[in-house]
Structure formats: C-alpha cells, structure tokens
T-cell receptor, first 116, second 113 residues
C-alpha cells in the first residue's frame, strides 16, 4: 500500500517550452501533496505544499508563476515548469500524505528534467 | 527553528560490518522522527519511523530508537549488505513546522563486497 507514482520519469525539453509532471497516489487519498527539488548529491528542497481544491503554498524563493501547481483531486497533483531554462534542470520529487495521517509522507520515484 | 543534523558521509563499510549513522534533532514540542532511504536514481522510501519517546522503529534489519533525553535517532544495522548501498536521510515532522518534513543533509553509504 501507500504507492505514489510520477510521470514522466525522465523528460528532455528545449529551452522555453513548458513541462508538466504528474504525481498520483495510487491506493490512498491524499489531501496534501508536496513538491521537492533535489540537486545532485544534496538533500531535498521543499518547493511547495499542494492542498486539494485550494491554491498551493510556495516556499520562500520559489516563483509561483514559474512552477505552477494544481491539485485537482485527492489522488492527483501536477507541477508545470513554465518556460523552462537550463537552470531548471533537476530531479523533481513529489510526496503525498494520507487523509488520516498527520506525519507520514510517501514519496514518488522522481522525475529527471533536463532542459537543453 | 526545527532542524536535523546527521553525520556526514560518505561512509564506506565492508559487507557484514556493523552500521551506525548518527542523527540528532532540534525541535519544539513532540516531533515524529523518520529515516528515509534513496537508492541511485530513485525517489525516497520510508525506511522506519518513531512517533514518541522510547519508540523503536525497525525495518529490513535497520533499527532506530527515539531518544528524547539526547534528542537523537541513530540508525543501526548489525550486518550490512551490498544492497544497502544508498543515501540515508534522517527527518522529522512536527506540529510547529506545519507537518512539513525537515530533512537532514543525507549520508551516502557504500558497502564493499
């Protein structure tokens, strides 16, 4: 149980294009999903907290117009990197927290974004 | 504010050696404590957790005990395997941090055959 999937697992795009990454909780409902960014050999950096049916809460320094987050249902959140540039290349990881849980998050396998 | 400090890596051990990765925390209130593992090219997997003082989390031969008196949650395994090679993250959540996960910096573990 408690499986989180991400799609795509890997994406390469040209500079200036937009890329959408999906995060799904497969066997549980998640009122809250989180989006992280991880640079090579570093820890995870929380980008934003996504609550179903409401606007996402972004961490300080994260551009909300650059990283659009939508949490349309209890099992799906999407992150769209708009007008991507090479510096947006990174490993993006989502996590989901069960409706009845206040502490445990389950992580997706991550999406490797490369912007040429 | 809340924070997690874990021993720096990389840690290199021989197969069947005893493993300890130290983790200490600073938090207000009563945090929940976690160890996550990240295998190369993958996302994080929850390895074990403990939600109150003196609780012991265990999974796959790994153990960690929530020590409130020393604010520690050290990860141990009696006999490591090559397949344990990964990056290990100590983490906490607490009501005072709005239940966001606070991660340590990660410890890279390499096991030699």
């Amino acid at each position: 149980g408690a499986v989180v999937s991400q799609h795509p697992s890997r994406v390469i795009c040209k500079s200036g294009t937009s890329v959408k990454i999906e995060c799904r909780s497969l066997d549980f409902q998640a009122t809250t999903m989180f989006w992280y960014r991880q640079f090579p050999k570093q820890s995870l950096m929380l980008m934003a907290t996504s609550n179903e049916g409401s606007k996402a809460t972004y961490e300080q320094g994260v551009e909300k117009d650059k990283f659009l987050i939508n949490h349309a249902s209890l099992t799906l959140s999407t992150l769209t990197v708009t007008s991507a540039h090479p510096e947006d290349s990174s490993f993006y990881i989502c996590s989901a927290r069960e409706v009845q849980s206040t502490d445990t998050q389950y992580f997706g396998p991550g999406t490797r974004l490369t912007v040429l | 504010g809340n924070s997690v400090t874990q021993m720096e890596g990389p840690v290199t051990l021989s197969e069947e050696a005893f493993l300890t990765i130290n983790c200490t925390y600073t938090a207000t209130g009563y945090p929940s404590l976690f160890w996550y593992v990240q295998y190369p090219g993958e996302g994080l997997q929850l390895l074990l957790k403990a939600t109150k003082a003196d609780d012991k989390g265990s999974n796959k031969g790994f153990e960690a005990t929530y020590r409130k008196e020393t604010t520690s949650f050290h990860l141990e395994k009696g006999s490591v395997q090559v397949s344990d090679s990964a990056v290990y993250f100590c983490a906490l959540t607490s009501y005072s941090s709005a239940s966001k996960i606070i991660f340590g910096s990660g410890t890279r573990l390499s096991i030699r055959p």
